[in-house]
């Protein structure tokens, strides 16, 4: 289940519902897949795909979405530093940005204009949906694994377009359900 830290107002959620409703508010969509697939943590990307074929063509069909794939992030991942900076710092894309965590854990921060930073831990079995044109950044957590179905509207894919407003700098990407302190709030 994902935990939700709102580090101004001192407020943490950890019940679907409760999670649900605050993130709706800011325009973030959060399902919790209760029953998830009895897949392999081995699988191939396309037995992950298949197995959650269903419930990828709903959300294909409720957000226009065109292809799916799959990302696998370890710590052993070529390249993994690099590609985590392209997504540690405040930026928007031009189409939804929707993940289904099958694996592993990731953190979403979500800066909705004129309100407080929102943090999402997410885990296996969490979906949600970043609009379009939303300020956000993602982290891994301590294990730097992830894997995670991503659906897109188009073929090739988004881009990050920076905002360079520095506002990730304030935030400490800690996961595992420690608080989430500005790092000016930081001990």
């Given at each position: 289940?994902?935990?939700?830290?709102?580090?101004?107002?001192?407020?943490?959620?950890?019940?679907?519902?409760?999670?649900?409703?605050?993130?709706?508010?800011?325009?973030?969509?959060?399902?919790?897949w209760e029953n998830l697939k009895q897949i392999s943590a081995?699988?191939?990307?396309?037995?992950?795909?298949?197995?959650?074929?269903?419930?990828?063509?709903?959300?294909?069909?409720?957000?226009?979405?065109?292809?799916?794939?799959?990302?696998?992030?370890?710590?052993?991942?070529?390249?993994?530093?690099?590609?985590?900076?392209?997504?540690?710092?405040?930026?928007?894309?031009?189409?939804?940005?929707?993940?289904?965590?099958?694996?592993?854990?990731?953190?979403?921060?979500?800066?909705?204009?004129?309100?407080?930073?929102?943090?999402?831990?997410?885990?296996?079995?969490?979906?949600?949906?970043?609009?379009?044109?939303?300020?956000?950044?993602?982290?891994?957590?301590?294990?730097?694994?992830?894997?995670?179905?991503?659906?897109?509207?188009?073929?090739?894919?988004?881009?990050?377009?920076?905002?360079?407003?520095?506002?990730?700098?304030?935030?400490?990407?800690?996961?595992?359900?420690?608080?989430?302190?500005?790092?000016?709030?930081?001990?």
């Amino acid at each position: 289940m994902a935990v939700v830290d709102v580090p101004n107002k001192g407020l943490r959620l950890t019940e679907k519902a409760s999670i649900a409703d605050y993130l709706c508010g800011i325009g973030i969509d959060y399902e919790r897949w209760e029953n998830l697939k009895q897949i392999s943590a081995a699988a191939t990307d396309q037995e992950i795909l298949d197995g959650y074929a269903e419930e990828i063509e709903a959300l294909k069909q409720k957000g226009g979405y065109v292809t799916a794939d799959v990302i696998n992030i370890v710590p052993t991942t070529p390249g993994l530093d690099a590609m985590l900076n392209k997504f540690n710092k405040e930026h928007w894309h031009d189409e939804d940005e929707v993940r289904f965590i099958v694996k592993g854990h990731g953190l979403f921060h979500i800066a909705p204009e004129n309100g407080d930073v929102v943090s999402i831990e997410m885990e296996a079995g969490d979906m949600i949906r970043v609009p379009r044109g939303t300020k956000h950044w993602f982290n891994l957590c301590g294990d730097k694994t992830v894997r995670a179905i991503r659906l897109f509207q188009d073929i090739s894919g988004w881009t990050p377009h920076y905002t360079d407003s520095g506002v990730d700098a304030g935030y400490q990407p800690l996961c595992f359900g420690v608080s989430y302190l500005p790092a000016s709030r930081a001990l």
